[in-house]
């Protein structure tokens, strides 16, 4: 990927538009990148221990070099890490270490170190500046993009946190290359998510293109990426705090969410969820007569063949109806969901209880056993799905 030219993506919000640039071996020369972003020496480096192990070191000679004072700041792995307490670790890190208003933090890892560093960033003295450096493909396809930064409450998934935006999000493709193959497919998830919600032309390259995704081909992945990132920027700049069309990227998510809460963040991880979540709000979709099967279908194939399962972990249907009462897409106690129409169109609607029990009993009932595109005993998650259901 080193002779790939830098590509850049603006994100347009006034007064608070950043840039994302995208280009390989990027890492090594971040410390210069911060010149125009921050006049403070200080820079806390918020990462966890696996991303620290691979790039810690090289961040921070990068910073050193450009002249810094980079102070890291190391986390456990996981999504189980996004809570207040992790909150509380970060400030009195930057309290002790002295950051000031104009001090910077680099979230430098995954969709979860993104998370809590902007939220940190977002209360400490009111707010510091933060820059984004995802490592992980969920992370630069989506969670860095945006301004959503928070943890999680036990009762939901992102339940407390801010809309914060970074000063730039900072995208270096090679460090996918690291990334374990679990994580990579799991990203795609996200990807393909973006084709179903906004670009049925996108959709269509990943469906030819999915075979040299699985292997990390440059001109794919780089693609990929960008497009991703351009139809985040685009509907963000469209609705910055999710009032209106910035919803429509929660597609996938309401059920997603909630499975990953029925599972406590262990079972599964956030890209395999939404993978889940994709097939299975299309076909309630198509349960509620707002899309067709041949949409399902071809969602469910794509899923599939980026080697994720569609499959709903054993629970109830009232555990599942629960958890997704808890999460923060809910409005006046009703679940709002987000369905396609078709490939690259999707509608927002609220769905009742009663229609979604009775899709749940249809597919997913005593008896009833789902199709899935993995062969049996191959889900990742599907034996500590099953040792939890007497707790769901």
Known sequence: MAGVAEQIVPVTLGERSYDIVLHPGLLATVGNRLSALTTSPKIGVVTDRHVASRYLQGTLRSLCKAGYDPTPIILPPGERTKTLGTIAKILDA??????????????LGGGV?????????????????????????VAQVD???????????????????????????????LTLRTLPRREWMAG?????????IADEEFFA??????????????????????????????????????????????????????????TGYRGLIHGEAVGIGLVQE?????????????????????????????????????SLWGAMQHDKKVVGGRVIGVWPARIGEVVIRPIEQQVCAAWFQSKHGRGSRPSSGRQPGKHPVRRKARARRKTL
């Open 143 to 173: 969670s860095s993009v945006g301004g959503k930064t928070g943890v999680d409450h036990r009762l939901g998934k992102n339940l407390i946190g801010a809309f914060y935006q970074p000063r730039a999000v900072l995208i270096d493709p």
């Open 282 to 318: 299309a076909d309630l979709a198509c349960h509620m007569g707002l899309c067709g099967r041949e949409v399902v279908e071809r969602i469910r194939s794509l899923v599939q063949r980026a080697g994720l399962s569609e499959r709903v972990p054993q629970t109830s249907f009232a």
């Open 205 to 262: 390259f990943l469906e030819q293109k999915i075979p040299a995704l699985l292997k990390l081909e440059e001109e794919p992945v780089i693609h990929a990426i960008k497009r991703s990132c351009e139809i985040k920027a685009q509907v963000v700049a469209a609705d910055e705090r999710e009032s209106d069309r910035r919803r429509i990227l929660n597609y996938g998510h309401t059920i997603g969410h909630a499975l990953e809460s029925l």
């Open 188 to 196: 795609l998830a996200e990807v393909i998510k973006y084709g179903i």
């Open 113 to 137: 170190i993104g998370d809590v560093t902007g939220f940190a960033a977002a209360i400490y003295q009111r707010g510091i500046p933060f820059v984004q450096v995802p490592t992980t493909l």
């Open 94 to 107: 930057l309290a002790r270490h002295k950051f000031e208003r104009q001090s910077l933090l680099l979230a």
